[in-house]
């Protein structure tokens, strides 16, 4: 029997170079690449780069916010005498009420130094933190536990000294005599300063005890001059972060007129409203004290602190 022929011998697969070729520049590559240390280096890099130009950014951006407050106050409307915005000024306040107040209180005068604040927040941002540093008497309210607490270790010296009374409270209309009366406020403050969002201008109305010379409260400049707009009250209800709160400015100065106060004011913001009790006014400011002819439309952007952080004390 014939046998089979010897099996013919196994011929390489032409892939193998191909593979072998692919994993030599595999290996290359690798060992060409950065290693590790020097890709995080690289990105610490950018990542520094990107920092740098933020900050530049931000300080062109406070460059021309500055440039355009000054060409809105050097405006022929805030030249005019009696008016207030120009002499706005920031050490404790949001939008320059400290200036305005001091200017204020500079044509008027003061009697007790003794101010009033509902809605004074952590203490370093309100509108009589400066008064207070100042030596003025001060009665503030907070209805945040959280806040509250880290105001009153703030102005612990204030408080242990008695020149400062603190309530923790929520401030409603059915309860800000009660509160105010608790505080013991004299009924002829200086002043009072009124933020609690939502339901200010119905706490407002609701004070009856309290006849200060000057009032300051916040109004909603989403409503233009002649709008009469309140929002309504609900004690239960606290702001939600839009445009529905408060009252407008027109709505402002009518309840002031009733309760005996002119507009003289607003800041440059357009967020707060200052109020003086109509026989003090004399021609101290700008008449007439209209919603017409002192508001400022919203210009939240303009609010900025620049240099340190507000301070109280060396713990503050």
Same mark, same amino acid.
């Given at each position: 029997?014939?046998?089979?022929?010897?099996?013919? *011998?196994?011929? *390489?697969?032409?892939? /193998?170079?191909?593979?072998?070729?692919?994993?030599?520049?595999?290996?290359?590559?690798?060992?060409?690449? *950065?290693?590790?240390?020097?890709?995080?280096?690289?990105?610490?890099? &950018?990542?520094?780069?990107?920092?740098?130009?933020?900050?530049?950014?931000?300080?062109?951006?406070?460059?021309?916010?500055?440039?355009?407050?000054?060409?809105?106050? /050097?405006?022929?409307?805030?030249?005019?005498?009696?008016?207030?915005?120009?002499?706005?000024?920031?050490?404790? %306040?949001?939008?320059?009420?400290?200036?305005?107040? /001091?200017?204020? #209180?500079?044509?008027?005068?003061?009697?007790?130094?003794?101010?009033?604040?509902?809605?004074?927040?952590? $203490?370093?941002?309100? =509108?009589?933190?400066?008064?207070? !540093?100042?030596?003025?008497?001060?009665?503030?309210?907070?209805?945040?536990?959280?806040?509250?607490?880290?105001?009153?270790?703030? #102005?612990?010296?204030?408080?242990?000294?008695?020149?400062?009374?603190?309530?923790?409270? +929520? &401030?409603?209309?059915?309860?800000?005599?009660?509160?105010?009366?608790?505080?013991?406020?004299?009924? $002829?403050?200086?002043?009072? %300063?009124?933020?609690?969002?939502? =339901?200010?201008?119905?706490?407002?109305?609701?004070?009856?005890?309290?006849?200060?010379?000057?009032?300051? &409260?916040?109004?909603?400049?989403?409503?233009?001059?002649?709008?009469?707009?309140? !929002?309504?009250?609900?004690?239960?209800?606290?702001?939600?972060?839009?445009?529905? #709160?408060?009252? %407008?400015? %027109?709505?402002?100065?009518?309840?002031?007129?009733?309760? $005996?106060?002119?507009? &003289?004011?607003?800041?440059?913001?357009?967020?707060?409203?200052?109020?003086?009790?109509?026989?003090?006014?004399?021609?101290?400011?700008?008449?007439?004290? +209209?919603?017409?002819?002192?508001?400022?439309?919203?210009?939240?952007?303009?609010?900025?602190?620049?240099?340190?952080?507000?301070?109280?004390?060396?713990?503050?």
């Amino acid at each position: 029997m014939e046998s089979a022929p010897p099996a013919a *011998p196994a011929r *390489p697969s032409p892939r /193998a170079p191909v593979e072998a070729v692919r994993a030599d520049a595999t290996v290359e590559a690798l060992r060409a690449e *950065p290693p590790v240390e020097a890709l995080r280096a690289e990105l610490r890099g &950018v990542r520094a780069a990107l920092e740098a130009r933020r900050a530049r950014d931000e300080r062109l951006l406070q460059v021309e916010l500055q440039a355009y407050e000054d060409r809105l106050l /050097a405006s022929p409307r805030h030249q005019e005498p009696g008016r207030l915005a120009r002499f706005g000024h920031q050490m404790f %306040s949001q939008h320059g009420e400290d200036g305005i107040l /001091a200017e204020i #209180f500079r044509r008027i005068g003061v009697v007790d130094r003794t101010c009033v604040e509902i809605g004074i927040g952590n $203490g370093l941002e309100n =509108n009589t933190a400066a008064l207070l !540093v100042q030596g003025w008497r001060g009665f503030w309210v907070e209805g945040d536990v959280r806040q509250a607490t880290r105001a009153s270790r703030t #102005f612990a010296g204030a408080i242990a000294d008695g020149r400062l009374a603190m309530a923790r409270a +929520t &401030v409603t209309a059915e309860n800000v005599e009660a509160v105010l009366s608790a505080l013991a406020v004299p009924a $002829g403050v200086d002043l009072l %300063s009124l933020d609690i969002d939502r =339901n200010t201008y119905w706490v407002w109305r609701a004070i009856t005890s309290v006849r200060p010379r000057v009032v300051v &409260v916040e109004y909603n400049a989403q409503f233009p001059p002649g709008v009469d707009w309140v !929002v309504a009250y609900r004690a239960d209800r606290a702001w939600n972060g839009t445009a529905w #709160f408060g009252a %407008s400015l %027109s709505a402002c100065e009518r309840l002031g007129r009733e309760k $005996g106060y002119a507009l &003289v004011g607003c800041s440059l913001t357009g967020v707060n409203a200052f109020f003086v009790r109509e026989d003090l006014c004399g021609q101290h400011f700008a008449a007439p004290f +209209t919603a017409a002819h002192h508001f400022e439309p919203a210009r939240y952007y303009l609010n900025r602190r620049t240099g340190h952080p507000a301070s109280a004390g060396d713990g503050a």
